[in-house]
Nanobody, 123 residues
Framework: QVQLVESGGGLVQAGGSLRLSCAVS????????MGWFRQAPGKERDFVAA????????EYEDSVKGRFTISRDNAKNTVNLQMNSLKPEDTAVYYC????????????????WGQGTQVTVSS
C-alpha cells in the first residue's frame, strides 16, 4: 500500500520560512512525478510545484516562483518543499502527491495523495 505522509507545517510570521517533507512508502516507483498542492479555506486545491523522477526538471506556480524550492531524495524516498519569504496568502493545507504521467499541474493526474499539513502565515 502506497503512503505519502507530510510533515513540517506550522505557524510562521510573514517573511519567515518553513520546510515541508513528504515521506513516501510502499510499492511506488521512483520514476513517479512528485507534486505539492495546497488548499486554502473555501477554495479549490491548487498546484504549487512538481519535480520529475530524478530532480532535473521542476515546475512552479507563478506566485511561488523564486520563493519555494521543490527537491527530492530518491534514496530516502522523500520530497521536500522549502518555502521562504512566506506571505499570509500562502496559508493553506499543503498536500504531497505522486503521478506516473500526465500534466503536472492537473490534480486528477495524481494517483496518490497524503493527508496534508497545515501551514499558517500570520501578518
Amino acid at each position: 500500500q502506497v503512503q505519502l505522509v507530510e510533515s513540517g507545517g506550522g505557524l510562521v510570521q510573514a517573511g519567515g520560512s518553513l520546510r515541508l517533507s513528504c515521506a513516501v512508502s510502499g510499492p511506488i516507483v521512483t520514476t513517479y512525478v512528485m507534486g505539492w498542492f495546497r488548499q486554502a479555506p473555501g477554495k479549490e486545491r491548487d498546484f504549487v510545484a512538481a519535480i520529475d523522477w530524478n530532480g532535473s526538471i521542476t515546475e512552479y506556480e507563478d506566485s511561488v516562483k523564486g520563493r519555494f524550492t521543490i527537491s527530492r531524495d530518491n534514496a530516502k524516498n522523500t520530497v521536500n518543499l522549502q518555502m521562504n519569504s512566506l506571505k499570509p496568502e500562502d496559508t493553506a493545507v499543503y498536500y504531497c502527491a505522486a503521478a506516473r504521467a500526465g500534466v503536472w499541474r492537473r490534480e486528477y493526474d495524481y494517483e496518490y495523495w497524503g493527508q496534508g499539513t497545515q501551514v499558517t502565515v500570520s501578518s
